[in-house]
């Protein structure tokens, strides 16, 4: 299952999308409330830590912090939300009322920024992260709308199934399902159980979304680099999976690709013609599917 993602590398993501949204005069992705979500403090100590050596053995020059956050920290959390905000409120327009779950929300901040009413979110997270994001909500005084639900899973001792039927989630009502940035931590069979129990809470015509890393391939340092970021960072990545056993996967759980991104469309849709170092990561795809 899904385990606990609200850590550092979650508060990098964070980082970046406030970043990118601030910084970047060609905008992939504008989350203008992840700086406000995070503080200035938090922010700061996020730049000091990538400044200070996270990347390598020497302090970074600004040029050299900025070159660093648009290489590594911010193409995979800018270009996958892009992609499933993209694709939710398609699933929206098409069916009106409906669901939508996040699987290992963290600090994400849609909630606050959804305009329509007729999309019930479900942010699904460990409790530690939770109380975390619960208590940043209540010092910032933002409001919590009616149609917003946080359900707080200990993933070891709980199934999710479970845990989102008690918050009000109805199995037969329209649902989009995201499970952004938890994959790379996850082995093939961890990670097909997670979409096993979002095919239980499943009817025909539901979309899940996620991105995953790409297991083999010809990759340039930058890919090899973040791992081993991430490893210092306490979290460790499992390899990654082949395009065919994702899809094998999927097709025994009930589901058919309906949007396939790999690297090279990835670079095409999101990163071309851009003045800036921003590019797609060599090794991370994107995917849609629908429950048949």
């Known amino acids: 299952m899904v385990e606990e993602r609200e850590s550092i590398t979650a508060k990098i993501c964070a980082f970046a999308r406030a970043w990118h949204s601030y910084n ?4 992939i992705y504008d989350d203008y409330l992840a700086f406000d979500f995070m503080g200035k403090e ?14 390598g053995s020497e302090h970074l020059k600004r040029e050299d912090t900025v070159k660093a956050i648009g290489e ?11 992609f499933n ?17 996040i699987c290992g929300a963290g600090e994400d901040t849609f909630a606050f920024r959804n305009e329509n009413d007729d999309i019930e979110i479900f ?17 910032l005084e933002w409001i919590i ?25 109805d199995p037969h009502k329209k649902t989009f399902f995201s499970i952004l940035g938890v994959s790379y931590y996850l082995t093939l069979d961890i990670f097909a159980d997670t979409l096993r129990q979002i095919a239980e ?10 991105d995953y890393p790409i297991k083999t391939g010809d990759f340039p340092k930058r890919v090899s680099r973040l791992e081993e970021i991430t490893k210092s960072l306490g979290e460790v990545m499992c390899g990654g999976f082949d395009y065919n056993e994702i899809k094998c996967v999927l097709c025994q759980l009930g589901y058919k690709i309906n949007k396939y991104l790999p690297p090279e469309k990835i670079q ?8 800036d170092n921003l590019r797609a990561f060599e090794n991370v795809s994107l995917i849609s599917a629908v429950l048949s």
């Open 85 to 101: 905000e993209n694709r939710l409120s398609d699933f929206a327009a098409k069916n009106g009322k409906i669901q939508y779950v």
């Open 42 to 55: 938090e922010y700061e100590d996020i730049y000091e830590m990538i400044s200070d050596g996270l990347v």
């Open 123 to 139: 942010e699904v997270d460990h409790p530690d992260t939770q109380r975390y994001k619960l208590e940043r909500i209540e010092h």
């Open 268 to 275: 095409s849709k999101y990163f071309a013609g851009r003045e």
């Open 72 to 82: 590594y920290f911010a193409p995979i959390p800018l270009s996958r939300l892009h």
């Open 24 to 27: 970047s005069s060609n905008i």
């Open 145 to 169: 709308r009616p149609n917003v639900h946080y359900v707080s899973v200990d993933f070891e001792k709980e199934k999710m199934v479970d845990k989102l039927l008690e918050a009000g989630f």
């Open 201 to 210: 809470l499943s009817e025909a015509g539901n979309e899940v979304v996620f």
